[in-house]
Every structure is written in structure tokens, then in C-alpha cells.
């Protein structure tokens, strides 16, 4: 049998989703959890791999087993087993031609951004931090550059083994609320440290250390190092992921919570 099942955690002290030999990966606090309720080794696949410190409101992932248990024991067992900081949201059987990763139409990732002269306290790990004024308004100019089908190797880390560097922007969307920016971005796919590398060519923009046009410079001329410094994992959050209706998950574009501060 094959279920998916629905993830939220705090990523701070995980060396990022992948397992690990150590075992310091979430995939490996999922399924040994996941493992312990089935009485036999289970494995999971994920939506999207998360890098270390990135947290996620609504991962989804798969696993398989022979194990016969109530679909409430793949959540509130599991959840029993799992460290504090990780939670099952939901859990659901589907056929054996679902997968978690290449079924998914769509990813969504939230990043939060305190800008405030004074560094987070109570938000520290769950935000990312700038001292210096930002505008917005010349972020959101600057952003509709990248919303598009675009070759996005000046955001790409240079260890990324996709087999592209093409991907689909379909929104970047910039709000404020008081001291909090937050920046919701959504697209059929993403590369290794993409967002966290666009996010530091837009606070350049943002604090008026270059023009909105730069960020188009830098798709055209697809070169790494003429971009902005990686930004902080500690505000990027996994926020949702799109699959087609007819495997009936309680996840969409409507429907996947993203984190309110």
C-alpha cells in the first residue's frame, strides 16, 4: 500500500531533509517514526528537499508498506514518536502510481523577512533579518523580471545537480506587514538555493544598492557570480505543493496553510 501523508516542521536544528548517515536529516526522524508504528523499515520520498534550517508548513511525502494500520496511526501514532519539533498534518492512501515529488504540478516556499534596525529575539531561527530599510515597492518591480520560463543560473548553488537550470516562476509576491516582509514565490520547480539567491538580489534592490533592471542583467547573463550573496536559510519555509485532483489530497493553492508571525 502507498500513502502520502502531509509534514510541518521547524528546520532549524536539521541538517536539511536528505537522510544522512548521522542521522541528523528530517527524513530520517520521518521514518524512523514512520518505521516504528509499521514494525518494519519504511523509506519516504519528498515533495521538495529542504536545505539545513529551512522549515515547512505543508511538505508532503510517500511511503509504501505491507503493514495494516488505521489511517490515525499514520498521524497521531506517528506523531508520538517523532521529536517535538516535526508533526504529521494528515495521512491518506493512494494509488501506487502517486509520487510525492514527480506528481507534484507546482511548489509554493514563503520566506519571511524581519526588517528592523534590532535583530529577532523571540522570532530568532524562524525569520530572516535585514537592518537596513527596504523598499518593497522597487522589490515587486524588480521581481516581475523573473515571473516567466527563465534560464535561472545566476541563482543556482554551483553544487545543484539538476539536470536544467530552466524553470517556470509563476509569482513572486511581495507583502508588508509593519516590520515583517514576506515573500511568497510559486513555480513548477526549483533549483538548489534558487530562492535564497534571488532573495539576496532583491534586498540589493531593495536597499537601493542596485537598479531594478539588475535582476534582468542577471538572467541574461546566467553567470553565479555576479549575483547577490545566499541569503539566510532561517526565514524560507516550504509552503505548499499543487497536485492534480484527482489523487484528492487536502493540499492546492486555496487550501495550504502558510505560517503567520
Known amino acids: 500500500m502507498r500513502f ?26 520521518v521514518e524512523k517514526a514512520l518505521s516504528a508504528i509499521a514494525a518494519t523499515e519504511i ?20 511511503f509504501d508498506t505491507n503493514a495494516n494500520r488505521p489511517i490515525e496511526a499514520w498521524v497521531r501514532g506517528v506523531n508520538a514518536s517523532l521529536p517535538r519539533d516535526i508533526a504529521v498534518l494528515w495521512a491518506k492512501q493512494v494509488g501506487d502510481d502517486f509520487h510525492a515529488r514527480f506528481s507534484a504540478r507546482a511548489r ?11 535583530r529577532p529575539g523571540i522570532m530568532d531561527r524562524r525569520v530572516g533579518w535585514y537592518h537596513h530599510s527596504l523598499d518593497d515597492r522597487r522589490m515587486r518591480e524588480s521581481a516581475r523580471y523573473l515571473i516567466g520560463e527563465h534560464d535561472f543560473s545566476a541563482f543556482r548553488a554551483a553544487e545543484c545537480q539538476a539536470k536544467t537550470p530552466v524553470r517556470n516562476v509563476r509569482r513572486i509576491d511581495i507583502t508588508r506587514a509593519g516590520d515583517l516582509l514576506y515573500f511568497d514565490f510559486e513555480a513548477n520547480a526549483f533549483l538548489h ?25 542577471l538572467l541574461v547573463h546566467r553567470d553565479r557570480t555576479l549575483s547577490a550573496a545566499t541569503f539566510s536559510a532561517d526565514g524560507l519555509y516550504f509552503s505548499g505543493v499543487d497536485y492534480d485532483s484527482v489523487w484528492n489530497l ?10 503567520i508571525l
Open 4 to 29: 502520502a501523508i502531509g509534514i510541518e516542521y521547524d528546520g532549524s536544528r536539521f541538517c536539511g531533509w536528505q537522510s544522512q548517515a548521522n542521522g541528523c536529516g528530517l527524513q530520517d526522524a
Open 43 to 62: 523509506q519516504v520520498v519528498c515533495a521538495g528537499r529542504t536545505d539545513a534550517g529551512v522549515h515547512a508548513t505543508a511538505q508532503v511525502a510517500h
Open 108 to 118: 509554493r516556499y514563503r520566506y519571511v523577512l524581519l526588517n528592523r534596525a534590532q
Open 193 to 217: 538555493h534558487m530562492i535564497r539567491n534571488i532573495l539576496g538580489a532583491l534586498v540589493m534592490v531593495g536597499s537601493l544598492r542596485r537598479p531594478a533592471e539588475w535582476v534582468n542583467e
Open 250 to 259: 487536502p493540499v492546492g493553492a486555496g487550501e495550504t496553510p502558510l505560517v
